[in-house]
């Protein structure tokens, strides 16, 4: 299995960000996709998860700004970031769960100036 996010990069605060990962090497439509972020000192956390069924959950501290989608015929799964906040900057990971066990994308960093 094969996870690689891309677009990140540095925004104004206030400003959007469209997050991909592509996957590889699995059944991708079954499979649930989620996006983490690690701020630095800080523990990885769960941004949003993406059923394979199409349900969505968000971490409340991005409800209403982010937006995790899925296209099964891509096999990718994006992150929609809008009213992005300094408190938003992180490296940020795709991540799935197949097999038996984990899989990470390498990191992708968003930076937010304020």
């Known amino acids: 299995v094969q996870l690689q996010a891309s677009g990140g990069g540095l925004v104004q605060a206030g400003g959007s960000l469209r997050l991909s990962c592509k996957a590889s090497g699995m059944v991708f439509s079954i499979s649930a996709m989620s996006w983490y972020r690690q701020a630095p000192g800080k523990q990885r956390e769960l941004v949003a998860n993406s059923t394979s069924g199409g349900s969505t959950n968000y971490a409340d501290s991005v409800k209403g700004r982010f937006t995790i989608s899925r296209d099964n015929a891509k096999r990718t799964v994006s992150l929609q970031m809008s009213s992005l906040k300094p408190e938003d900057t992180a490296v940020y990971y795709c991540?799935?769960?197949?097999?038996?066990?984990?899989?990470w994308g390498k990191g992708t960093l968003v930076t937010v100036s304020s």
């Open positions: 991540n799935t769960f197949y097999r038996l066990r984990a899989w």
